[in-house]
């Protein structure tokens, strides 16, 4: 599990969380597609594809604004500061 989340204060009830909603993924994937036993972890995979691809996303949002005179939402102000 990756806990580089900054201000984290109670790692063991995260990776509680964690074992939780993994093993619930799990047992729903043999569940609900039984015919298909790699399904979870390919999922996995997607998601840590994601969470990098919007790491990215947000790296290059963020460096537009600063080079260009880019206006931007309150959300999305509150969310970088």
């Known amino acids: 599990m ?5 201000g984290l ?4 009830a995260v990776l509680t969380l964690h074992d ?3 093993d ?4 729903y994937s043999i569940s609900r597609y039984p015919d298909n036993p ?3 972890s390919r999922i996995l995979l997607r ?5 990098s691809i919007s790491a990215k996303a947000a ?8 080079d260009v005179d880019v206006k ?5 102000q509150e969310m970088i500061s």
């Open 47 to 51: 998601l840590l594809a994601l969470r």
């Open 9 to 12: 204060v109670d790692r063991s």
């Open 59 to 66: 790296d290059k949002f963020l460096s537009c604004a600063v």
């Open 24 to 27: 619930l993924l799990q047992k």
């Open 2 to 6: 990756l806990t580089d989340a900054s």
């Open 72 to 76: 931007m939402t309150d959300i999305v």
């Open 20 to 22: 939780t909603w993994l």
């Open 38 to 40: 790699r399904r979870c």
